[in-house]
């Protein structure tokens, strides 16, 4: 199924949706799992909290399907609502995001290319290493990590879900990298060469 | 299983609360209103500079450059104290502002920093020079800007630091009482001024009755005038305060009094 396609149903599933309530639930099965996913990954919630945001996002996202503009995937518009749900439980908790995320082997590759790292390090004590090293980045670098590296999003559909111009998370994300890399570095996890 | 439970019951619950609490989309013109609305304020707080920077353009144009050497060292701390900080402050301000607010637009994060920036401030520029020449900045410095605590128009301003009869400064209205002639201190004192040593040039000008600065030495019976300036603005504007020493001083030192030399607004305008 193409992109288009993909968009092409999401629209439809907003215009069913607004028509009758019931099924709003092909949306919520759509993006369910990526959507708790993303927000296990940004957080350090309990499942049962994690579960309240997502539904809080549903529930938002439903009230608000008719500011659902066109130009944009309908993926970055949820998405945009999930961070920025995520952002505010954080702020009325007074926590800081602390991400838990442990990579698996595919997120391995993609940030041993991007930031590389030697290869042979034991997965266990990477992951370790890398989770505390991700928890010290500002909120900003830490949330376009994680939707460049490990969602895959280009960078307008990052600028569309962060609402920050695209010449702006592109500066994020080379900091971010920049940033980790550095905080890896006094981890012990070394740059190959 | 579990997974599929777990959606499940998500599912149900959120169409459950939709449901029992009766939600329902809100209308698309409430989007649209709020976007019209962030608009508004943003073009609002563009106008806003707009004024500012038609007050801060009647500022530099009625600084009186011409007597900066009369009341300060130098022209740098001349304008140091005539800068409209809180025009330009409040220029900033609008101009943040509106930044913040075209942000919140639907696609306001789309647009550049320096974009918007650029856009506002020339636009700020554009319309601060239309607002000058309506007369906005007139009324904003002069009527609004010398209601607000602890600030002064220009014109007041200007006033203020020729209201100094110890330092041999003086301006305001002159107002003749039978054949001795008064000076209206901005703060509404009547001082009497000493005019022995006038030309009738000097006292044709001091008898038209209108504004106007005065170099001189306070003495006990009154301001004694060593010079006087008249508003060269009502003669012609722009005139360069050169022409008006060749116009209005007399040339020959021994016709006026020694009494003058000491003084320092004097000595710059014989000198410089």
């Known amino acids: ?193 | 299983m579990n997974k599929q439970k777990q959606q499940k019951n998500i599912e149900n619950e959120i169409l459950q609360k939709i449901s029992d609490e009766n939600l329902k989309p809100k209308p698309k013109w409430e989007f649209l209103l709020k976007n019209i609305y962030f608009w508004t304020l943003g073009i609002i707080t563009v106008i806003l500079g707009g004024l500012s920077v038609s007050a801060t353009i009647f500022v530099f144009k009625n600084i009186r450059w011409e007597f900066y050497n009369m009341t300060h060292n130098n022209i740098f701390t001349f304008t140091i104290e005539f800068i409209p900080y809180l025009w330009i402050l409040l220029l900033i301000i609008f101009l943040f502002f509106g930044h913040n607010l075209i942000r919140k637009t639907k696609h306001g994060y789309k647009y550049n920093i320096l974009i918007i920036a650029g856009i506002s401030i020339l636009s700020s520029i554009i319309l601060g020079f239309i607002f000058t020449t309506i007369g906005f900045g007139q009324i904003i410095d002069r009527d609004l800007g010398n209601r607000i605590p602890f600030h002064k128009g220009v014109e007041v301003h200007n006033k203020m630091i020729w209201d100094k009869p110890s330092d041999g400064l003086m301006v305001g209205q002159i107002k003749s009482i039978e054949d001795n002639l008064f000076i209206i201190s901005p703060k509404g004192e009547n001082i009497n001024l000493l005019t022995e040593h006038l030309d009738d040039n000097e006292l044709e000008i001091l008898n038209q009755n209108k504004e106007i600065r005065i170099i001189g030495i306070k003495k006990e019976g009154g301001f004694y005038i060593c010079h006087i300036i008249p508003d060269l603005r009502n003669i012609k504007e722009g005139l360069p305060i050169k022409m008006f020493k060749k116009e209005f001083e007399r040339k020959s030192g021994e016709e006026r009094s020694k009494e003058c030399e000491d003084v320092r607004p004097y000595k710059k305008l014989l000198y410089n």
Not at chain 1, 19 to 46: D, G, H, P
Not at chain 1, 102 to 113: C, G, M, R, T, Y
Not at chain 1, 151 to 175: F, H, M, V
């Open chain 1, 1 to 193: 199924m193409s992109e288009n396609q993909t968009e092409l149903n999401d629209l439809s599933i907003v215009k069913l949706s607004l028509e009758n309530k019931e099924n709003f639930s092909i949306i919520i099965n759509k993006y369910e799992n990526k959507l708790r996913r993303y927000i296990k990954r940004l957080t350090s919630f309990s499942d049962d909290y994690v579960e309240d945001i997502l539904q809080e996002v549903f529930i938002k996202t439903y009230i608000n399907l008719n500011d659902f503009d066109q130009s944009l995937s309908f993926s970055s518009w949820i998405y945009r609502i999930t961070h920025n749900e995520t952002i505010n439980s954080f702020r009325k908790n007074k926590k800081h995001i602390e991400a838990t995320y442990l990579i698996d082997d595919e997120d391995l590759k993609v940030f041993s290319s991007e930031i590389n790292i030697e290869k042979e390090f034991d997965k266990k004590y990477f992951n370790k290493k890398f989770t505390e090293s991700i928890n010290e980045l500002p909120e900003k670098y830490k949330s376009v990590i994680f939707l460049k590296f490990i969602e895959g999003k280009d960078y307008e559909t990052i600028s569309d879900i962060l609402q920050k111009p695209p010449g702006t998370i592109a500066t994020w994300i080379n900091r971010a990298k920049k940033d980790l890399r550095k905080i890896l570095d006094k981890k012990g996890i070394k740059e190959y060469e």
